[in-house]
């Protein structure tokens, strides 16, 4: 038996555990450091992640596609159909001067995309463009005419006419249509044929004044092609009150008319927010 003083007691008294004071220290230090990891963690968690959104150029969150589908306000182009232009039709109504009407097809029941951009091109029988527009409309429910008077000057021969949009400016999104659209009380009239005229009645259906209303008036023939298109604006509409709308020509229309389309274009509101 070894006596208590003996080498091999001292070690083991020596390195038996750590003594009650350390453990103290390292309780305290780990404390320390775990606060102030969350502490870190806490200011820098908001800096580096972003939560989703309809706006961050990425597909996350619930979206189908980049900042759309899910629960965002645009629907992605996968879940829409494509509005397209049903025809584009250039006209001279004098001499040396082009006008341009086209009609645009919004397939989708309930869908609306406000302030598209669109160009229409006009080729000469070479094949080469003529003149080139830009402009920006409203897709609306049903058809939207887009009338471009004056597009181009000059004794130029026209033979076919295009519109394209630029598919990034077109943002889908539901729209329970709340506008105040004036009604077309279907009594278009037609007087002379060298200098036609139309003549129209529009009725307010609110209980407030329009005001800056653009009508837009086609003429087709039996065909159902258009001949002549034209637009006007009405200053004002009385409250549940008529008001006229005069459409004229100074030159005889391409053909025989069988029926005048006079439709009320009034824009959408403003784009609603991508949350």
């Given at each position: ?5 003996s ?8 390195t ?24 870190l963690?806490s ?5 580096f ?21 899910g ?8 879940e829409?159909?494509?509005?397209a ?10 001499a040396g ?21 669109y160009?229409?091109e006009?080729?000469?029988?070479d094949?080469t ?21 004056n597009?181009t ?7 076919r ?19 105040v ?13 060298t ?5 129209a009645?529009l ?7 329009l005001?800056d ?9 039996a ?26 020509w ?11 389309d006079?439709?009320?274009v009034v824009?959408l509101?403003?784009?609603?927010t991508?949350?």
């Open positions: 038996m070894r006596k208590a003083g080498p091999s007691s001292r070690l083991f008294s020596y038996g555990g750590m003594s009650w004071a350390t453990r103290r220290r390292t309780i305290i230090f780990s404390i320390i450091g775990a606060v102030l990891l969350i502490a963690v200011i820098l968690f908001p800096v992640y972003k939560a989703p959104s309809c706006t961050d150029q990425k597909m996350n969150g619930k979206e189908t596609g980049i900042d759309c589908g629960t965002c306000t645009y629907l992605c182009s996968a829409v159909g494509a509005a232009p049903r025809f584009v039709r250039p006209f001279s109504p004098s001067r082009t006008d341009v009407i086209s009609y645009i097809d919004n397939p989708n029941k309930d869908l609306v995309a406000k302030d598209v951009h160009t229409v006009l080729y000469g029988t094949a463009v003529i003149a080139r527009k830009e402009g920006i409309t409203d897709i609306l429910p049903g058809a939207t005419p887009v009338y471009i008077p597009f000057s000059g004794y130029a021969v026209v033979a006419a295009f519109l394209s949009f630029d598919d990034t400016t077109i943002h889908w999104y539901r729209y329970e249509d709340q506008r659209v004036p009604k077309y009380n279907f009594d278009a009239q037609i007087q002379g044929t200098a036609p005229r139309i003549m009645t009725t307010n259906p609110s209980a407030k004044t005001r209303i653009t009508v837009v008036a086609t003429v087709f023939d065909s159902g092609n258009a001949i002549a298109a034209t637009q006007t604006v009405i200053p004002t509409i009385p409250p549940q009150g008529i008001s006229g709308a005069v459409f004229t100074n030159e005889p229309f391409a053909g025989v008319p069988a029926r005048i006079i439709v009320p824009p509101p403003a784009l609603p991508n949350p």
